[in-house]
Structures are given as structure tokens and as C-alpha cells.
């Protein structure tokens, strides 16, 4: 027998969950569970576990219907209804989707299709708040973990991991977006002058995967901010404002919603990833060249002293001596700037190996995998409850559980959202709460069946959008053409 046989084999004896779990393990209530964006920049040992569950369903499907882990004839019921399941939670969340990519389109920076309406300042704000709220709960459902804004300055502030000394603005923008997902560490190599230059491992916090949401704010805005906090005239503003935006790529508008999705990115350059990142030189940096530019500078000034005093008399060698001492500085200049430009191009290389997605793109994947972890958390769920009498109260002993399973199935330490997962199931109707909080599951075979009808009602059930913000029919309710009667037979 299989590993994967005998755990389900030991799931299906003595029950998904043991009754004395609540004797020695606390109750989910009673743990310090969250995971607070502050957690991010912590040592491993110090960090809250994530809901994030890093297992693929394709494999919490084999192994939660192996053949031991059910009554005979259930296992194939209990996959095809899994499988089920899967297709339905995708073609909710892609009806979910088909509004925000609607709402999306006047802001997104890489359209390529006719606007056919023009929206009013009124209207760009009420659709801006609802791309951040269809975000934002998209993101949730993925598990990922939200950084607010008094952690991003903590990470700001840290040492960079590729020994970039980098600064960012955030007041330059009107809207932020971070989430990360998968705060762990990865070994790299590094040579330091501390070890001789020797070759050695170290440790890099990282973020597995980082979503960025960004919109600048109006120009205008900026300028009045920058006024009123510097005590300056509004031509002064004007200029320290273009200044800033400057060094950002020119295709970065204030009317455009910018979203980027980076894998494996060092928690200390956080900073990398703004597209107004404006690297400095570290202390390092500018007592070495410091060092090195006023040596040259005070070596050439002494030997040209001599000979510019000759100016009067031999005025060629006094050129000379001022042309070399102007090509000592110039080079020195030039010293600066070579090592600012290899900073950008670490900076560059390193950005580009990160990205994963761009805008429309980061919607579609986020989507997906906000799909994805809710059906873990269903068939996980789904598992014990189908197998076992339980009710509302018994919900802290099965989330125990289902963490203690997955630890010793895979390895992995998560904190299982038992609570979302379950009303998901009610309301799809799949379980069933009854008035002394007995949960209720259909058998596998009559949830199959379930789901199927609900996919056959699916289109007959579309609500209809309710806003006329950033749809064509600017707010008339478009009328429902009532369905088609059926052929006679």
C-alpha cells in the first residue's frame, strides 16, 4: 500500500478528525492565527502561518480519493464530484471577472480597442473604488496577505539584498496596492570584502509572489501637496513635481490603473518593483569614490599649480595643465555616473527575471487562483464533513484537523480558512445547516448531480449588471429578452 493509500486509509477508519484533537491541540480561536503584514519582514521562526494552502488540487484530489478514504463505490463518486466542483468555483469567478474587465478597460494602459463612451470625472471615480474593491477581494480569496502602507516604510527602510541603496515617493500616488503571498527565503551567493572576496551562502527573505496596484495622482493634486507641505509657489511646486516624475517611464499616466504580479522578490526592495524608483549611492559608495575623486582631483591640482603660474610666460603648458586637470574632473564625473548606470542595470536585470504578469494579465491569474484555493478549502472540507456527523461547534476541532492533515500528507503548516470554505458549501447547497446545527452533506453522487443542474441554470441565472458606470447603455436597464420557448417535440 502507498503512503497516500494509508493515510486515506487511516482517514477513512478513524475519521477525518479524532475527537480528542480538542484535548490537545487549542482551538483555532485561541491561537494567534493572523497573519499581520509586519509578520512579512520577520524571521521565519517568528512569522504567523498563511492561509495560503501550497499544494496543488490536482493532487489534494488524488489524494483525498484514494479507494481506502471512502465507502466502496464512493471514491469515484467523491473525484468525479471534486472535478465538478473545480469547473463550477472557475465559471463563477470568470462571471465575476467579465464586470471588473468591463469596468477595467477605460483605465487599462495596454487597450487597444475603440472607447465608445466617454466617462465624466464622477463616473472614473465611482468605477476606480470598484476595480480596488473587485481587487481586493480577489486577492483575499487567494490567500493572499495584505501589506498596509506603516509596513511598506518598515520594508523601505531595510537593507537592500543587492546592495542597492533605493528610495521611493509613495505620496506620488493617489492609489496602493500590496499583497504578498509566500514570505519564505531563498539561498543565494554573494562576495563580501569582509570574507576576502570568498564565495558564500546567505539567506534572502523573499516574497514568492507580490501583486502591485498603482495609480499616480493628478497632476495638479500632486502640485497643491507639494505647496502646502514645502511652503512653495505653485511654479516652484510645478517644477519639483515634473522633476519627480521625470525619472518614470514616459508611458506611466495619471489616468491609467497599473497592475504588476512579481514572483521571488526580496522583502528588503520592496522598491524595485515603483516604477519612480530612484537609486542612491550607499555610504560605501560615496566614501570610495569620494575617496578616489578627491585624490585624483588633489593630485592633478598640485602638478597643474606649477604650471598654470607660467600662464604669462608659457602659456601653452598652462592650458596644458588646465585642459588635464578639467579631464581629471571629467572623468571623475564620469566614475560617479558608471557606477549609478550599473546600479540601474542590477536593478533592471533583477526586475525582469521577477515579473510575471501586466495588468489585464495579473486579473486573469489572480482570478484563477482565487478559484483554485477556494475549491481546496471545499474538497478539504467536504472531506470530513461528508464522513462524519458534526455540527457548528465541532468547526474548531475540524480546522485542527484538516491543518494537522495537511502537515503530515505534505508538509506543509497553514492556517485553513474553515469558516469561508463552509459558506461556500451552504450556498451552492451542497451542505446543509439544520436547526440544531447539524451539518448536513450530500452523498458524492447526488453533489455531482447538484452542481450539474446549477451548470445547466447557470446562464438562465445571470443577474443582469445593476451600474451604469463604465457600460454602454449609460444607466437605462437594459431590457432581458425573455428565453426561448422550447421546440415542440
Known amino acids: ?143 493572499y496577505v495584505r501589506i498596509d502602507h506603516n509596513d511598506v516604510e518598515n520594508i523601505l527602510t531595510r537593507d537592500s539584498a543587492y546592495g542597492l541603496d533605493l528610495f521611493v515617493d509613495l505620496d506620488a500616488f493617489e492609489e496602493v496596492l500590496i499583497f504578498y503571498r509566500g514570505a519564505s527565503n531563498k539561498r543565494d551567493e554573494r562576495r563580501r570584502w569582509q570574507k576576502f572576496y570568498l564565495r558564500e551562502e546567505f539567506d534572502v527573505p523573499i516574497f514568492q509572489r507580490l501583486f502591485l496596484l498603482f495609480k499616480l495622482k493628478p497632476f495638479d493634486v500632486r502640485v497643491r501637496e507639494v505647496m502646502q507641505s514645502q511652503k512653495l509657489s505653485r511654479r516652484e511646486a510645478e517644477k519639483v513635481v515634473k522633476r519627480a516624475r521625470a525619472s518614470m517611464p514616459a508611458e506611466v499616466r495619471e489616468e491609467n490603473i497599473y497592475m504588476k504580479l512579481f514572483k521571488n522578490i526580496p522583502r528588503s526592495d520592496l522598491e524595485m518593483v515603483f516604477p519612480n524608483t530612484q537609486v542612491r549611492f550607499r555610504l560605501f559608495d560615496k566614501l570610495w569614490l569620494g575617496a578616489t575623486a578627491g585624490g585624483g582631483l588633489g593630485i592633478g591640482a598640485i602638478s597643474a599649480a606649477g604650471k598654470i603660474a607660467l600662464l604669462a610666460t608659457n602659456p601653452l603648458a598652462a592650458l596644458g595643465a588646465i585642459l588635464g586637470l578639467g579631464g581629471v574632473a571629467f572623468r571623475q564625473a564620469t566614475n560617479f555616473m558608471n557606477q549609478k548606470q550599473r546600479y540601474m542595470v542590477v536593478m533592471a536585470q533583477n526586475l525582469y527575471f521577477h515579473a510575471m504578469a501586466d495588468n489585464r494579465g495579473v486579473m486573469l491569474k489572480l482570478a484563477a487562483r482565487a478559484a483554485e484555493e477556494d475549491v481546496k478549502e471545499e474538497m478539504l472540507l467536504y472531506s470530513v464533513l461528508s464522513k462524519e456527523r458534526a455540527r457548528r461547534q465541532d468547526l474548531p476541532d475540524i480546522d485542527v484537523a484538516i491543518e494537522q492533515y495537511l502537515n503530515s500528507s505534505f508538509g506543509v503548516l497553514v492556517d485553513f480558512d474553515i469558516t469561508d470554505a463552509l459558506q461556500r458549501l451552504i450556498a451552492d447547497g451542497i451542505v446543509t445547516e439544520r436547526s440544531d446545527g447539524t451539518l448536513y452533506t450530500l452523498p458524492p453522487g447526488e453533489a455531482a448531480l447538484h452542481i450539474d443542474k446549477k451548470w445547466d441554470l447557470f446562464l438562465d441565472e445571470l443577474p443582469e449588471p445593476m451600474s451604469a458606470e463604465g457600460m454602454e447603455f449609460e444607466g437605462n436597464s437594459p431590457e432581458t429578452p425573455p428565453p426561448p420557448a422550447p421546440e415542440p417535440a
Open 1 to 143: 500500500m502507498s503512503s497516500a493509500e494509508a493515510q486515506g486509509a487511516a482517514a477513512a477508519s478513524e475519521g477525518f478528525y479524532p475527537r480528542q484533537v480538542a484535548e490537545t491541540t487549542p482551538a483555532p480561536a485561541d491561537r494567534e492565527q493572523e497573519v499581520s503584514a509586519f509578520d512579512s519582514v520577520k524571521p521565519e521562526s517568528q512569522r504567523g502561518r498563511e492561509r495560503f494552502i501550497p499544494v496543488t488540487r490536482f493532487a489534494l484530489i488524488d489524494r483525498l480519493t484514494v479507494a481506502h478514504a471512502w465507502p466502496a463505490g464512493q471514491a469515484a463518486e467523491a473525484r468525479r464530484l471534486f472535478r465538478y466542483l473545480d469547473h463550477w468555483r472557475r465559471q463563477q469567478y470568470n462571471a465575476e471577472l467579465h464586470e471588473l474587465e468591463e469596468t477595467y478597460e477605460p483605465f487599462s494602459p495596454d487597450s487597444d480597442l475603440l472607447m465608445t463612451r466617454a466617462f465624466t470625472p464622477d463616473e472614473r471615480g465611482v468605477m476606480q473604488k470598484r476595480i480596488i474593491r473587485g481587487m481586493e477581494r480577489i486577492l483575499e480569496q487567494a490567500n
